[in-house]
């Protein structure tokens, strides 16, 4: 039984290889952005990236740091899947209590750190934004995006990585190839 985590910077390409990882071992999977989505819903807040990450530094601060590790846990341990794939780690604390967690449910902990240089990034992003209807934004509006709060720590949770994948001129394919040789 597996555990995987995978994280990276906006657009570093965490999501596609989720996606792969997720087809490829038949797992269950969530995110960190679909947990905020689903209470910024409850609450009549916009699901948009800078309205979650706002949400996220509001709940953490009235109800402690941990609060969405908290939550992604127990949804963790819910699922009795062979393979669990959690995307979207940006904090030191997912990182580690992931890796608790994995731990107590007797599963191996598989952590990916995705990461590919900001100009390919906005240029992604911004490719999102058109295919979604919106209109594009500046590079400034993008590295505003890429120094907020929830951006801050993922120099620290890459330094925990078991293996860290360049997102820069691979295919999918073959950055998945080079997942797997780390879920073995």
Not at 110 to 126: I, K, T
Not at 135 to 142: A, D, S
Request: net charge negative; with cysteine; hydrophobic share 40%.
């Amino acid at each position: 039984m597996k555990l995987i985590g995978i994280g990276g910077s906006t657009a570093s390409g965490k999501t596609a290889l989720a996606q792969k990882l997720i087809e490829h071992f038949s797992a269950v999977t969530n995110r960190y952005s679909h947990l905020l989505a689903d209470i910024a819903t409850e609450q009549g807040i916009e699901t948009d990236k800078a309205s979650l990450q706002a949400l996220s530094t509001q709940m953490r601060s009235e109800q402690g740091e941990n609060v969405l590790a908290e939550l992604m846990n127990e949804w963790v341990r819910k699922h009795t899947s062979e393979t669990v794939v959690i995307e979207g780690m940006r904090r030191l604390i997912d990182v580690t209590s992931l890796e608790a967690v994995a731990k107590e449910t007797g599963r191996d902990w598989v952590f990916l750190f995705v990461d590919a240089p900001a100009d390919v990034r906005f240029a992604r992003f911004n490719e999102r934004l058109i295919q979604g209807g919106k209109p594009p934004i500046t590079n400034e509006t993008f590295y505003a995006l890429d120094t907020q709060e929830s951006e801050v720590e993922l120099p620290l949770i890459s330094a925990k990585a078991l293996h860290i994948l360049h997102n820069t001129n691979k295919t999918l394919d073959e950055l998945l190839e080079e997942a797997l040789v780390q879920c073995q």
